[in-house]
């Protein structure tokens, strides 16, 4: 496994391969098994992103009763053309809604990095795929620009919110969003890790405060902030735009934050949103506390 992001791009310099290619190699290699074997483990993952889009219920509440139908409620809006992001940028706001309210009423998702951070990789990537038409295997590619970018995070500093706060899982999945859409739109392999960088510096310091300790509030709606900051930084890196702070600095940061951050913003459901006076009361309600 690569322990930067300068090293991909080290590698990808002195061997002329795209980004993907040198982390399928690596990945070929740490699981020993065919580039074949590995890019039809990926095209499943990308199917079953793309079923946790399509197989959403615009009907279906979670059992706490939290979370559902706001995806629903998007679209009917953005429909009538009061919305102010546009047609794309609003698909993906939905995209990402869709996805992380299934995870919420038990359906079936794919962890891009984690379940609460389920609606960003998929509301970007299959918007992308809608909007240019680019092909399954083109996808793919995508996915593997993605998980480099995350196993380098998930090697120098960690995925989950009990350990990092969201920034470990909306920020993680963001940066591998918007490395990916970089990739899709033919960014240069620096591009690529640039504009990761900005997606993760962009949510340093999210905080893990799930209100009754559920993946509910507020993190269903974190996936959308999730996915339009990846766009929005694919496009500062597209544009010749950099991270004046280093990317592999950007992802030591996100780990030196998390280790400051009080156990109380961490998952634990005692802080920020979750220790507020409604979400004690929404918390007691769920739990049956008198």
Same mark, same amino acid.
């Given at each position: 496994?690569?322990?930067?992001?300068?090293?991909?791009?080290?590698?990808?310099?002195?061997?002329?391969?795209?980004?993907?290619?040198?982390?399928?190699?690596?990945?070929?290699?740490?699981?020993?098994?065919?580039?074949?074997?590995?890019?039809?483990?990926?095209?499943?993952?990308?199917?079953?992103?793309?079923?946790?889009?399509?197989?959403?219920?615009?009907?279906?509440?979670?059992?706490?009763?939290?979370?559902?139908?706001?995806?629903?409620?998007?679209?009917?809006?953005?429909?009538?053309?009061?919305?102010?992001?546009?047609?794309?940028?609003?698909?993906?706001?939905?995209?990402?809604?869709?996805?992380?309210?299934?995870?919420?009423?038990?359906?079936?998702?794919?962890?891009?990095?984690? +379940?609460?951070?389920?609606?960003?990789?998929?509301?970007?990537?299959?918007?992308?795929?809608?909007?240019?038409?680019?092909?399954?295997?083109?996808?793919?590619?995508?996915?593997?620009?993605?998980?480099?970018?995350?196993?380098?995070?998930?090697?120098?500093?960690?995925?989950?919110? +009990?350990?990092?706060?969201?920034?470990?899982?909306?920020?993680?999945?963001?940066?591998? +969003?918007?490395?990916?859409?970089?990739?899709?739109?033919?960014?240069?392999?620096?591009?690529?890790?640039?504009?990761?960088?900005?997606?993760?510096?962009?949510?340093?310091?999210?905080?893990?405060?799930?209100?009754?300790?559920?993946?509910?509030?507020?993190?269903?709606?974190?996936?959308?902030?999730?996915?339009?900051?990846?766009?929005?930084?694919?496009?500062?890196?597209?544009?010749?735009?950099?991270?004046?702070?280093?990317?592999?600095?950007?992802?030591?940061?996100?780990?030196?934050?998390?280790?400051?951050?009080?156990?109380?913003?961490?998952?634990?459901?005692?802080?920020?949103?979750?220790?507020?006076?409604?979400?004690?009361?929404?918390?007691?309600?769920?739990?049956?506390?008198?």
């Amino acid at each position: 496994m690569y322990h930067s992001l300068e090293e991909i791009t080290e590698v990808c310099r002195e061997e002329n391969l795209p980004f993907w290619k040198a982390v399928i190699l690596e990945d070929c290699k740490e699981e020993g098994i065919t580039e074949e074997e590995s890019m039809e483990r990926m095209q499943e993952i990308y199917t079953a992103m793309r079923d946790s889009d399509r197989n959403y219920d615009p009907d279906l509440y979670s059992a706490s009763g939290l979370v559902g139908t706001d995806a629903q409620k998007l679209r009917v809006y953005h429909e009538g053309g009061e919305s102010m992001v546009g047609d794309f940028c609003g698909r993906i706001m939905e995209r990402a809604l869709r996805v992380a309210e299934s995870n919420a009423c038990m359906k079936r998702i794919v962890a891009a990095p984690t +379940a609460g951070s389920c609606g960003v990789m998929p509301a970007v990537l299959i918007s992308l795929q809608e909007k240019y038409n680019f092909t399954d295997r083109k996808m793919v590619e995508s996915l593997y620009v993605a998980s480099g970018i995350g196993g380098v995070i998930a090697m120098r500093a960690c995925l989950a919110g +009990a350990e990092g706060g969201c920034q470990a899982e909306i920020g993680s999945a963001s940066a591998m +969003a918007s490395g990916a859409a970089v990739y899709l739109l033919g960014g240069s392999p620096e591009a690529i890790i640039h504009g990761s960088a900005m997606a993760l510096s962009s949510l340093l310091g999210l905080v893990c405060d799930p209100v009754a300790g559920l993946v509910e509030v507020p993190c269903v709606k974190r996936n959308v902030i999730g996915a339009l900051n990846a766009v929005s930084s694919a496009d500062l890196s597209l544009a010749g735009i950099r991270s004046r702070i280093p990317p592999d600095e950007v992802i030591d940061a996100m780990k030196s934050i998390g280790r400051s951050l009080p156990s109380d913003l961490k998952e634990t459901g005692r802080g920020g949103l979750a220790a507020t006076a409604e979400g004690q009361k929404i918390r007691d309600l769920l739990h049956g506390i008198r």
